[in-house]
């Protein structure tokens, strides 16, 4: 089945220490993105790719880094300059083609930073 | 960005039609309407997308105000499945590219038996 892999679904890390979150996608989708979603709000964008090799900042990148080496693979790293890592985290990918209207969404890991 | 309006939250009855609202009075010629929904703990899913005219699929139906700044998607015949944050989002008219799509609060339907 196509579809979007994210791993672990439940992360538990200690304050000061950087964690990072994996996202794989079986969809030949050029385009992929990282969200963050706090409680009762909706969801914000960290970065987004277009291409491999290729990655941009979204609306909230401080605190995150994240690398695109291979078309399926889109890492994101929370390291400890994120002042309030605790959320939950979720991948989506898209085609980059005209006409190209549905992000899939991964079914999201939940980060608890203590 | 142009910016949606929704209501914080509504209710509905199992096997009744859902009309949820949505304000975009900012929308520009080019921008698409889309839905997405999220269930407890998931990630969205896409429901559907329009641009002037109204739109059908096997999920529900949107209905797009004919001056664009307003439009509904309708569950014809909701069940406790459908219950889950609904997004409306304007998504911009891109040739080719990534799509930065822009999520507001959304509107949380609630389905009673």
């Known amino acids: 089945d196509g579809g979007i892999t994210q791993s672990p679904k439940y992360l538990f890390r200690k304050e000061g220490q950087n964690v990072t979150l994996s996202c794989e996608q079986n969809l030949n989708h050029d385009a992929m993105y990282w969200y963050r979603q706090d409680p009762g709000q909706g969801l914000r964008l960290i970065y987004y790719s277009q291409i491999v090799n290729d990655f941009q900042k979204g609306d909230i990148a401080e605190g995150y880094s994240v690398s695109r080496e291979k078309k399926e693979s889109f890492p994101l790293t929370v390291t400890s300059a994120q002042k309030n890592p605790t959320a939950f985290y979720l991948c989506a990918s898209s085609t980059r083609l005209a006409g190209g209207y549905e992000q899939y969404f991964g079914p999201g890991t939940r980060l608890t930073v203590t | ?113």
């Open chain 2, 1 to 113: 960005d142009a910016k949606t309006t929704q209501p914080n939250s509504m209710e509905s009855n199992e096997e009744e039609p859902v009309h949820l609202p949505c304000n975009h009075s900012t929308i520009s010629g080019t921008d698409y309407i889309h839905w997405y929904r999220q269930l407890p703990s998931q990630g969205p899913e896409y429901v559907i997308h329009g641009l002037t005219s109204n739109v059908n699929n096997r999920m529900a139906s949107l209905a797009i105000a004919e001056d664009r700044k307003s439009s509904t998607l309708i569950l014809h015949r909701a069940t406790l499945r459908d219950a889950a944050v609904y997004y409306c989002i304007l998504r911009p008219l891109s040739i080719q590219g990534a799509q930065k799509l822009v999520f507001g609060q959304g509107t949380r339907l609630t389905i009673n038996p």
